[in-house]
Structures are given as structure tokens and as C-alpha cells.
């Protein structure tokens, strides 16, 4: 009996394993063939047997797990910053998360949470998905134009270049990878099962470039370009996908119901067919089928994530702006590549519409969306919580309900401020029914968020490129008439700005019943929400500085300056590049009396936290050290070698660099490219420190340089970074200016280098970067190199980067050094070429001037002066035609000068205060390659021949300039600047 019973016994466990293996094979197979989900980056996930929530918590920087069917808080876990999405591998059962402000990914056991590994990444890390076909993860690197490889072990496998701003992923049950590109309005594809066996790197099928909406007369109609995509989401029968966008449209003034339009976007997913269904875009509020009751259509702003019901009949996006969800019904929808039997009129008008907005959603900011058995939960950003609703619902117009207005805490407690979050959430916000008489915007239309994404961050370049117009009837990207630069007091100007291009503060012309805010005076409750406002505005990530970009890429907010190195103590070893540093016009002479004139105006008129835009690159410790009270104790300009630094140096003293000091320089990790003011990263904690290396002590110094001499690389790798150093965007990071708010671009050098026959990476002997003709020791020969020691007793470098930072100011180079005002002059003298002819009919005198070797146009700087000095002398030797000569150091206002002049927007010149440009009345300048032609008239009855003499003459600053800060700093011994002689041609001319 026993063997017998333990015969079936056996059979049955033979015949279960047996099912269990051919179960598996047959998913195998079913895996071969191609059946894998689609699937898409998201900051919620199921786990794999769908009994629980996985949240990437955003700014709470933590991961946590809910109960699926309870909404109870099983475990959170810290881990970085900002945790932006996640993806799990089903059979190791781990997640990867991106941290998109640390720049790193965690590998993380999904179970217990805990961290298996970090990994180091380029900048922001943002979008992941998890391949199960190729077992791997896929991220995007939404500043660093990257998509990784990430191998389940937690290896980068594979690093793709990609089009600018990856930022959403999805990807196809086929292997199709789709990347949107946010500030760019393009999606690429991507072949997942095609890589290169070398490298792995992804094999790009394809670009889409959604189209932009055209412009139109009629401001209130949508138009514009697709911005601002987060999130791609494919439809459940693979058809389809759905973006999210905006559409920024900045081609007139800045205003809240004519900037930003939200939109989404449809792609057609045939198979090598993809493209986007342009009949099919979804301009919000113009094909939404509700009604308010005032019979105006409703508005809704930033659409955020997209989420299919199981079945493919409805289709939910959050609204993150106005906090709504928005229901779109799928079930009538003709399927693609069929036509449709509804009235054409439906087709005209973009197909499928919205049939319902849930206004509004319980929480703050509503982001990810997930649904599961018939229940829609929305991940909320700000509130980090869980709404719950029941879209069960059968047929086309069944409302969606709210199941739970809280179903779940995703935080046990939010580790930012309470004010702090108050003024983030503002930041976000566009529902006007949430602080009524004080709302941010009006008519649910925009929040900040709508066009500075993040904050305050690379993308700000994106806003600039995409607002620029005809500068000379208007140059400002952003908000407009703004009554202070928000600086001095940034509570009014905050309500300022909200009033006058966002239609909050009491402005929303739909609501005249609603008290209008008065700037100067306004109420507790409101200084109270702006001072959270300005609290995030002036977090780290942000504008810590408010009037600069300048940032620290650690916690703190300022620095000692003990915690600098002198700069003279690089002198030891570097002597010769400190000796040409000490003696240029970037070392400790930037406070010069031209400058101090210019800040002190600055804060008379704008506040004195204004200074802060000036004091940036002109004396950035300052404001790292929080010294923001005005400079008075004035550098001489006639210093050489930096002598006080010197002197400070062996008393022991430390010292608040003016200018920008090694150590600065030096300590730059990063370049932001949001478009200048100063926007960099400056890195103090993590370079190496050698004992005694900032002690005063001179015995002791000499051990910490004997240490230094000692173990030199960990010192070099300290204070050098050539990838960003050797980049043209270092230098772009002080060398382009914008005005804060305005967004009017006041000096674009690098814009103009990019634009020049230099910037040439693909031809080595075309290409010359801002170093290259910047930094040099000879400035008459910009093509052989120039060799030299950058250390005392090292090795020969074949080419010297010089520290000299030879530029156009040969009026300050002079005063320290001769050697230096001999390459000012090298390299002005360079820089134009110069010719006369006689017209055809003999009645005029052309003068050419050909920008032939300046990287950027000409003059460059704001205060420069170039024009042409021409002096045309009959056979008798009199002067028959005069121009450009100076009047006892004036310029005639007849001359022919090469410079830009701004001005406000009924014309008048903005004169000294750059900073309040708002259209460029003129710009004469003259761009890189090109050739200028001055046509004079010549006098009846000369008697020839004609000589001709024409000269282009340059002169740092002008006359009036010069008497204006003598005035101001009198005990200063200030003289006028001469006029240097670029370029002469003589020439004699017989009569035609």
C-alpha cells in the first residue's frame, strides 16, 4: 500500500513539474515572439504581483511602499534629492532610481529597500525604463543629452549621445524605445534589440520634430512651439502615444493668456511609418466638451502624465498647473490606418475630445498617474499623497468619481520646511480657486513651472533662443514692465510680475469682483506667501543670490574667506602665470573705479541686493563670503603683481578677493548654459587639502608645498578640469548678460562665437575657442603655438596657457603692465582689416572694414568705442572732407561708429543703467567675417588727385564716461583713455 501511495505521490509532483516547465517555456516562447508590455517611465509602480504601490517621492528624495488594496505606509527609505522615476526588474526583483539633483542612480532591493548600489551619472538624471527583453535599464540624462545602458549588476554598460533634453521614455513591446526631447519638441526612436555588439549603444531609427503650431492673429488662439514634454505614454494596443506639452509662444510681450498653450501631442506607431497625427493635437482648451457656467470654455494648464485604462477606452492626464484630470474617451475612436465614418467636421476639429475635467483634484500638484482594477491614483508632487478614482464607469460619457481624496501617505514626514513647501508649491500652482484674492494666476492658465522648468536651471537658454524676436522693436523674453529688477524688494516685485504677466494678485480681467493687490502695501497673508515664494526662488538649486546665477553645489549658502586660498600663494610655484593673473584686467583690479561707478548706480536704482548681478563676475568671493555691503575700500589701479595680496599673504591675513581670485576659477565644476550672469557651479569641499596647506605660518606653508611637490597630481586633479576649462562656454558663463525678469539679452559674445567661422569642432585648424585667442603669450600669430612653463622648474608645456586674459582694455592693461598693453594692442590690431576704393562714378569714398579675425562682433565690450576716422585732401592740400575726428576728446555726433545702443521701449536710451534694456535702438556693430562698407559723399569741385587717409580708431571708454567717475571718485588719479590707431590706409585717387 505505502509504495503504491508514494507511486502517486510521485506521478503527481512529475506531472506538476512538468506543467510548471512547459508553463515557462511557453512564456518563453511567448517572450520571443515579441509579446512584452509596453511600458513607460513613471515615479509609481505595481509591484510584481500588483499587491503594492512603489513611489519615487520626488523631493522628499525618498522611496517608499503602500499597501495596494489599504494604502498603509509599509516602508520608506531615504536616499538623495530629488527622486524623480523608477523602474523594477521583475526577476531580481530591484529598482532603479533617479536622482535627478545628486546626479546618480540607486540600485535598490525592492523588498527591503535597501541600497545595493550608487551610481555616479552626468547631469540630471531623469527618465527609466526596464527592458525585460534585453534584462537591462534604459535612463535619461535630461542636461547631459545622454541615455545609459544600466545593467541590472548596477554598470553603465553603454552611454548613447542623444539629441538635446532627453527626458520621457517609453518603451514598445517590439523593442522601440521612444525618448522625448522636452525643450525641443522632438521625440527620437530608438532600436532596443539592434545594438552594436562593440559599444551597446542604441541604433536611433528616427527624429519626430512635433510641428508647431502656427501663430495667429488672435493672441487667445494656441500657437507656439511643443515645450516642456515630461512624459510619452503608449497606448494598450501599441498604436498610439500620448504626450503632454505646452506650447510656449513669445512672440509678442510675455502675458498669461497668450504665452502658454496646453497641448497634446499624438504619434501614429505604425511599425518604420511612425510620425506624428498633427490633425490629431489636443489644443486643451479649445476641444474640451465642458462648459463653465458663464458659457466661457473651461481653462487648464500644465499637462502633465498620461495614463490608458486597462481596456483602452478612456484616457487620463493630469493637470499638474491648474490640479485637475482630464477624461478623454477612446471607445469611438477610429482605429489608425481606417477611415473614419463621422462627420468630417470631427477630424477638422482634432478627433477625440475630452468629456470630462475633475476640477479639482484633492492635494497639491498632481504628477504620475497609474490605474489598477478600475481604480485611477494620482501621485500628488507637493502633498506626496494618493488620490484615488473610480473610472469603472461603462460608455463613453460615465463620469469619473473620487474614491479617496486621501488614500494613502507616501511620506512619513516631508523633510522640506513648511515654508519652504509653501513657496514650492506656489511655485507650481496655477488653480486660482486655491488662495482666491491671491492667486498666482488667473483663469487656471499657467504657474511658474509652465516656462522656468525646475526652477531656475539650464533650460533658462531655451526660454531666451525661443523668445527672441526682432530686438529692435522688442528685446524681452520675459516679464515686462516690471517696476524693480527684483532685487531690492522682491515681495513687491514678485506681486509685480504676477500682476502684470500673470493675471493673479486681482488682475484676471474674468474676475474684475476680486480686490486688486497693491505692490507697496500689501497684506500679512500675502507678504507671507511671497516671502515662501522667494524662500524657494533663493534655494540652492535655484538663484541662492537672486541677481546672479551664482551657485555653490553644497548646502551651505556662504563661505569664510579664510576658507580661500590667497591667491598670491599659487605665486610659489606658478609665478609665472601668477605674475601674468596679478597684472590683467580678470585678477584683483575689477573693482576699478569704472566698475565701483557702475554698481553703486546699480543699487541706487534697483536696490542694494542688485549689486549681486554686477559683484557675480566681478567679485564673485563677496558674494560667496556674504559681504554685500558697498566696496569702499578701493584697489589702486595702478597696483603691479598683486602686492597687496602678497603683503596679506605673509602677515597671515585673509583676504576677500576682488576680481576673480585662482582658487575661484579653479574650483568651477560647471557651466550651466542658461545663459550667463554667472551661471556656474563653484566646488570648495571636495578639492584635495594638504597639511598645513592654509595655515599663515610660513614654516609650515613650506611643508604643506613640499607635499604638494611631493604628491603633485592629487593637487593638479584638484584644480583642473580641461574638459570645461578649455570649453568656450567657461568663458560664456560671465561673458553673456541678461536682464533678470526682462529676459533682454544685454551682451551675447558666445551667442556670436557660435555663430562665427571659429566655431568649427569638425576642422582643427578652422576652430579657435575664446582660450585660444584669449589666453596666448603672442597675440600676432594665432595658429602656432606657444610654449612655456605653467610650473616653476616643470616640464616644458608645448603650448602655454597664458593667464594674461588679453581682451580689448588695453586702458588697464597699460597701467600695470607694459607687456600686457603691448598684447592689447596685438590683438585689437588684428582684428580688422581696412580698405578705400572710389565708387564707379567717382562721387564717393568707401571705406571697408572686414571683421576678419575676431571670434564675436566688434567692438565687444559695452563701453568700447570704434569708428572711422577719415580725412580725404584735394591736390591743393586742403582738407576737403573730415570725418570722425575728435573734438577735444569728443566723438562728433556725425561719425560713423560701431557700437550698440539700447533703449526702453518708447525709445529713449537706457544710458549707464544696461540692465533696463527692453529693445536695441541701433546695433552698428560689426559680426564676425563680415565686411562693413562707409559711404562718404565727396564735395563738388575737388581738384585732383585726392589723397585719402583712413583710419579705424578704438578707445576703451569715451570722454563723458571718464568725467563721470572721475567726478564720482575724485581722491582717484583717473586719466582719460588715449586713442589707439587700429588700422591706416592712404590712398590716391585721379579724377574718373
Avoid at 477624461?327 to 477638422?348: C, E, N, P, Y
Avoid at 511620506?411 to 519652504?420: H, K
Avoid at 567661422?757 to 576652430?767: I, T, V
Avoid at 582684428?831 to 572694414?849: F, Q
Wanted: include cysteine; hydrophobic fraction near 35%.
Amino acid at each position: 500500500m505505502l509504495p503504491k501511495l508514494m507511486f502517486t505521490l510521485l506521478l503527481l509532483v512529475s506531472q506538476s513539474l512538468y506543467a510548471s516547465n512547459a508553463n515557462a517555456a511557453d512564456s518563453n516562447i511567448a517572450h520571443a515572439k515579441g509579446t512584452y508590455a509596453n511600458t513607460k517611465s513613471n515615479s509609481l509602480l505595481l509591484s510584481t504581483d500588483k499587491t503594492q504601490f512603489i513611489s519615487a517621492n520626488m523631493d522628499a528624495g525618498s522611496v517608499s511602499i503602500l499597501d495596494a488594496e489599504s494604502g498603509e505606509l509599509l516602508a520608506e527609505q531615504a536616499f538623495g534629492k530629488d527622486l524623480r522615476r523608477l523602474a523594477l526588474d521583475p526577476i531580481n526583483n530591484q529598482l532603479l532610481v533617479s536622482d535627478y539633483l545628486a546626479n546618480q542612480l540607486y540600485l535598490i532591493d525592492a523588498k527591503s529597500l535597501a541600497l545595493i548600489k550608487t551610481i555616479k551619472t552626468g547631469d540630471r538624471p531623469f527618465g527609466i525604463v526596464y527592458d525585460e527583453y534585453n534584462k537591462q535599464y534604459y535612463v535619461s540624462l535630461f542636461e547631459a543629452k545622454q541615455l545609459l545602458t544600466v545593467s541590472t549588476e548596477g554598470e553603465i554598460t553603454a552611454t548613447t549621445p542623444t539629441a538635446e533634453t532627453p527626458r520621457g521614455l517609453a518603451l514598445a513591446a517590439d523593442g522601440r524605445l521612444f525618448i522625448t526631447h522636452s525643450m525641443t519638441g522632438q521625440v527620437s526612436i530608438y532600436d532596443t534589440r539592434a545594438a552594436t555588439q562593440q559599444s551597446n549603444t542604441l541604433q536611433l531609427k528616427k527624429v519626430i520634430q512635433l510641428v508647431d503650431t502656427p501663430a495667429h492673429a488672435s493672441r487667445a488662439v494656441p500657437q507656439g512651439k511643443p515645450r516642456v514634454l515630461d512624459n510619452i505614454a503608449i497606448s494598450p494596443d501599441g498604436t498610439q502615444a500620448w504626450l503632454p506639452h505646452v506650447l510656449w509662444s513669445f512672440s509678442q510681450n510675455f502675458q498669461f493668456q497668450s504665452t502658454v498653450f496646453p497641448t497634446i501631442s499624438l504619434l501614429d506607431l505604425t511599425p518604420g511609418k511612425e510620425k506624428e497625427m498633427v490633425d490629431k493635437r489636443k489644443q486643451l482648451f479649445k476641444q474640451i466638451n465642458i462648459i463653465e457656467n458663464n458659457n466661457t470654455t473651461r481653462i487648464v494648464s500644465n499637462p502633465h502624465d498620461v495614463s490608458f485604462r486597462e481596456d483602452g477606452k478612456k484616457v487620463f492626464i493630469s493637470l499638474s498647473g491648474s490640479e485637475d484630470l482630464l477624461v478623454f474617451d477612446l471607445s469611438r475612436q477610429a482605429k489608425i490606418g481606417k477611415k473614419s465614418k463621422r462627420h468630417r467636421r470631427t477630424k477638422l476639429q482634432g478627433g477625440v475630445k475630452a468629456t470630462q475635467i475633475y476640477r479639482h483634484i484633492p492635494g497639491s500638484n498632481p504628477r504620475s498617474l497609474i490605474e489598477k482594477d478600475g481604480t485611477l491614483y494620482v501621485q500628488n508632487a507637493m502633498s506626496h499623497d494618493l488620490v484615488s478614482f473610480d473610472v469603472s464607469g461603462k460608455g463613453p460619457f460615465a463620469k469619473v468619481k473620487l474614491a479617496n481624496a486621501q488614500f494613502a501617505k507616501l511620506i512619513n514626514q516631508d523633510p522640506i520646511a513648511p515654508e519652504l513647501r509653501l513657496g514650492k508649491t506656489l511655485f507650481n500652482l496655477a488653480n486660482s480657486e486655491k488662495f482666491e484674492n491671491s492667486a498666482m494666476a488667473g483663469d487656471f492658465w499657467m504657474s511658474c513651472n509652465s516656462c522656468h522648468l525646475d526652477g531656475f536651471n539650464f533650460t533658462n537658454k531655451y526660454l531666451l533662443a525661443d523668445g527672441t524676436k526682432n530686438v529692435k522693436e522688442n528685446a524681452m523674453t520675459g516679464h515686462v514692465g516690471l517696476a524693480s529688477m527684483i532685487a531690492g524688494d522682491p515681495i513687491e516685485a514678485y506681486i509685480d510680475m504676477i500682476q502684470k504677466t500673470q493675471g493673479g494678485m486681482g488682475t484676471d480681467p474674468k474676475r474684475p469682483e476680486l480686490p486688486k493687490v497693491d505692490p507697496k502695501s500689501p497684506s500679512v497673508e500675502i507678504v507671507r506667501l511671497m516671502s515662501a515664494l522667494n524662500m524657494y526662488v533663493t534655494t540652492k538649486e535655484n538663484l541662492p543670490y537672486l541677481s546672479t546665477w551664482l551657485r555653490f553645489d553644497d548646502e551651505r549658502k556662504f563661505t569664510h574667506k579664510s576658507e580661500w586660498l590667497n591667491s598670491a600663494s599659487c605665486e610659489s610655484c606658478h609665478s609665472t602665470l601668477y605674475k601674468q593673473w596679478s597684472n590683467s584686467n580678470h585678477g584683483m583690479h575689477m573693482d576699478s573705479p569704472y566698475y565701483r561707478f557702475q554698481e553703486n548706480l546699480a543699487a541706487e536704482s534697483e536696490g542694494e541686493p542688485f549689486r549681486n548681478l554686477c559683484r557675480g563676475c566681478h567679485a564673485p568671493q563677496t558674494i560667496l563670503n556674504n559681504n554685500t555691503a558697498p566696496l569702499t575700500h578701493l584697489n589702486s589701479m595702478y597696483e603691479k603683481e598683486g602686492q597687496s595680496l602678497r603683503d596679506a599673504l605673509k602677515e597671515g591675513l585673509p583676504v576677500d578677493e576682488t576680481g576673480t581670485s585662482c582658487v575661484f576659477c579653479h574650483r568651477i565644476t560647471k557651466a550651466e548654459d542658461a545663459g550667463g550672469n554667472t551661471d556656474l557651479t563653484v566646488n570648495l569641499k571636495d578639492r584635495a587639502e594638504y597639511l598645513f596647506e592654509f595655515s599663515s605660518n610660513p614654516a609650515l606653508k613650506l611643508i604643506a608645498e613640499a607635499q604638494i611637490n611631493a604628491s603633485p597630481q592629487q593637487h593638479k586633479d584638484s584644480y583642473s578640469n580641461p574638459d570645461l576649462y578649455k570649453s568656450s562656454l567657461y568663458c560664456a558663463t560671465c561673458h553673456n548678460e541678461f536682464t533678470p525678469g526682462q529676459g533682454a539679452n544685454v551682451n551675447n559674445n558666445y551667442g556670436e562665437w557660435q555663430a562665427s567661422k571659429f566655431n568649427a569642432p569638425d576642422n582643427p585648424e578652422q576652430n579657435k575657442t575664446c582660450i585660444d585667442c584669449h589666453m596666448r603669450s603672442d597675440m600676432t600669430d594665432f595658429d602656432n603655438d606657444v610654449p612655456g612653463q605653467a610650473t616653476d622648474n616643470g616640464p616644458i608645456k608645448p603650448n602655454l596657457i597664458a593667464h594674461n586674459f588679453i581682451g580689448g582694455n588695453y586702458y588697464f592693461s597699460d597701467m600695470r603692465s607694459k607687456e600686457h598693453g603691448k598684447l592689447s594692442r596685438d590683438i585689437l590690431r588684428n582684428a580688422l582689416l581696412l580698405d578705400v576704393e572710389s565708387s564707379e562714378d567717382g562721387r564717393h569714398i568707401n571705406v571697408k572694414i572686414t571683421n576678419h579675425n575676431t571670434g564675436h562682433k566688434m567692438p565687444g565690450g559695452a563701453r568700447r568705442q570704434v569708428w572711422v576716422d577719415l580725412v580725404v585732401t584735394d591736390s591743393q592740400g586742403v582738407e576737403r572732407l573730415v570725418s570722425g575726428q575728435l573734438n577735444d576728446g569728443y566723438l562728433p555726433k556725425d561719425s560713423r561708429v560701431f557700437a550698440k545702443k539700447s533703449g526702453y521701449m518708447h525709445g529713449e536710451p537706457v544710458g549707464l543703467k544696461f540692465w533696463r534694456v527692453e529693445k536695441i535702438l541701433s546695433d552698428t556693430r560689426i559680426s564676425p567675417d563680415e565686411t562693413r562698407i562707409e559711404t562718404f559723399e565727396l564735395p563738388k569741385g575737388l581738384s585732383y588727385p585726392i589723397t585719402v587717409v583712413a583710419k579705424i580708431n578704438y578707445r576703451s571708454f569715451s570722454k563723458p564716461l571718464t568725467s563721470k567717475v572721475q567726478a564720482a571718485f575724485p581722491e582717484q588719479v583717473i586719466p582719460f583713455a588715449d586713442v589707439i590707431e587700429l588700422n591706416k590706409v592712404t590712398k590716391v585717387f585721379q579724377q574718373h
